[in-house]
């Protein structure tokens, strides 16, 4: 079986879901967006400005085409406007307990051949699944940050997961122009088990003052090649994201290179999250 998604609905529009949104509209799909309040819609509109905005000034888009792309896309605060969707990609913050209720909520609301997807970087997608009742359709679609530039979608299938979801799935992201690889559900999937060793490391060294923040970045980009250092790439993430990610990976494999490094904590407590909240381990305007 071959299933169209031409309709799509993204429920979250934080940085994930704006920037997912965007690709999907970039592809002529239509979209559906959904947030819990009109503050939320008009965060993801603003990102969806931002980001086409740099396109158009980086001469990747003409006016037209982005007034076509934005016109793509169609907004609500309730899940209801998802009825006549083909695929719905979750990217609510990462609690298995407001994941389950969306997903629960959808399950009324869509047909049961609706394929659900999560964006979850690190929740197990089987544990999703069972809140819904179609197990068998739900899958995971992990999208990089951020979501318009980089190609990687990660298909997550559980032991429940129809195969033919799957192939469908990958076909889908193919279609978005993304590389998608396929796995099973482990805490991390393949990406963020490797990369977030290497972030909390990096923590570990800077708050034992062994090296700048400077030095580290410096010695990453231009020892290795990475596009960006270790602590300039934690701001993009979000340190509650990635403190999140480091907890679950750390609580599901007890392996101490997951552990989180105490300093992510004390900035998240004291309100330095990254861009997002214009401080981290860099300032932002
Ligand atoms: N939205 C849309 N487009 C963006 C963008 C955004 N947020 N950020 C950058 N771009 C585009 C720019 O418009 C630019 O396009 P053009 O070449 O057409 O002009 C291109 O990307 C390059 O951007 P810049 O020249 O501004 O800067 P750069 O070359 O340093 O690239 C970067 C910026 C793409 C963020 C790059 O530094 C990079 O890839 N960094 C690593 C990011 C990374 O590792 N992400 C994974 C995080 S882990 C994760 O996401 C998983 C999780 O679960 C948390």
Redesign the pocket.
Known sequence: MTRQFTKVGIVGLGTMGA?IAEVLARTGLTVVAVDVDEAGLARGRGHLDH?TG??VA?G?LDEAARAELLARISYSTSLDALADVDLVIEAVPESMELKAKVFAELDRICRPEVVFASNT?ALSITEIGVHTGRPGKVVGM?F???A???KLVEVVRTVVTEPDVVTDVVAFAESLGKSPVVIGDRAGFI??AL?FGYLNHAVRMYETRYATREDLDAAMRYGCGY??GPLA?LD??GLD??YE?LDTMYHQSRNRLHAPAPLLKQMITAGLLGRKSGRGFYTYD
Do not use: D, E, Y
Request: proline residues 12%; hydrophobic residues 50%; charged residues 10%.
């Open positions: 920037g980001s740099r396109a980086g990747k970087s992990h990089f940050n951020p318009p530039v980089l990406a963020n990369l596009p960006m790439l993009l993430i994201t990635a990610i």
